[in-house]
């Protein structure tokens, strides 16, 4: 297991990435008592994975937060989840590629179009019940209905859509500052008849298979390369048609009691990174769920992900 003085080999492709032309900023939104006006922040995915952004926000405003979030999905092998990810590989799933995203609406240099909903908690409470009844987590339930809202934006709406879902390492990797990047991810298929207990089997097999765990040690391959090559790689990758529909990032239910601030809620997006057609987040902070899209389309995919929730 990497060390405390480790380099943070995470946070060297983010880099990486944004010199490639990707914009890096993971986008938070306060929502203070009273009001219905959004405080935008941003933090640097250079530096913080989201949970560890959002503790880093938290803290600035006085809030004690002495351990951050640790994952849930601990895996630690090192030649099984490589050999599982090689067999994956060389046996990929059909899926829709970045061709069959239907045009932007907004140039790709131009400020993103961001969608927002904080529900209130009678509506969270629902939520979460309505979950249980279908003896699902909200991660998998607020992934099918994204789904369904983001299809209306694809040429062939039938086909499999991959997305990107971040996972929390914290626990299994150990950084000097807590907030920095402890972060890998899964790549999920989602076709349109999948239900959200199948997506929430697909997760569960690809976190017990070790999806997450070899993209990380994939990137530590990394430290071998320069900083310009792995320039050139992002960009070559970003230049082909495979890739994933966006990512969908949950940084989970944050209780913060008593409250010191003025918070009513708080919303939540990761970056969306070129050739994705959006970012979308989620976050539940003192009992309130919050969720947030930016990139092509997103107030329309907002609205038709509110309907389907609903």
Not at 109 to 138: A, M, Y
Not at 226 to 255: C, M, Q, T, Y
Request: with cysteine; charged share 25%.
């Amino acid at each position: 297991m990497p060390k405390a003085d480790f380099k943070n080999v995470s946070s060297d492709w983010f880099r990486a990435s944004e010199a490639a032309g990707d914009c890096m900023n993971i986008r938070y939104g306060r929502i203070r008592k009273g009001s219905d006006q959004v405080e935008w922040r941003f933090v640097s995915h250079c530096e913080c994975d989201g949970i560890g952004g959002f503790g880093r926000l938290l803290r600035q405003q006085g809030i004690h937060l002495p351990h951050l979030p640790e994952t849930k999905h601990s895996e630690r092998r090192f030649l099984r989840p490589l050999w599982n990810r090689w067999i994956d590989r060389n046996h990929p799933k059909p899926c829709a590629n970045r061709t069959d995203w239907k045009p932007q609406t907004n140039p790709e240099n131009s400020e993103p179009s961001v969608g927002w909903k904080l529900f209130s908690e009678e509506e969270t409470r629902h939520i979460v019940d309505q979950c249980r009844g279908l003896k699902v987590t909200v991660n998998s339930y607020l992934l099918k209905q994204l789904d369904r809202a983001a299809r209306p934006e694809i040429r062939r709406p039938s086909e499999a859509l991959s997305w990107m879902v971040p996972v929390n390492l914290r626990g299994d990797v150990k950084y000097a500052d807590d907030t920095a990047n402890h972060v890998s991810c899964i790549e999920p298929h989602i076709t349109e008849d999948d239900t959200p207990q199948s997506i929430q089997h697909q997760i569960l097999h690809r976190l017990h298979r070790g999806e997450h765990r070899a993209n990380f040690l994939l990137l530590s391959l990394g430290c071998l390369l320069s900083h310009a090559v792995k320039v050139k790689l992002l960009r070559i990758d970003r230049s082909k048609p495979e890739g994933n529909i966006g990512a969908f990032s949950n940084l989970g239910v944050w209780k913060i009691n008593p409250d010191p601030t003025e918070d009513e809620g708080w919303v939540f997006c990761p970056p969306r990174v070129a050739g994705q057609l959006l970012g979308a987040g989620c976050v539940t902070f003192n009992g309130r769920l919050g969720i947030c899209i930016q990139g092509a389309s997103a107030e329309q995919i907002m609205h038709r992900w509110i309907e389907h929730i609903r």
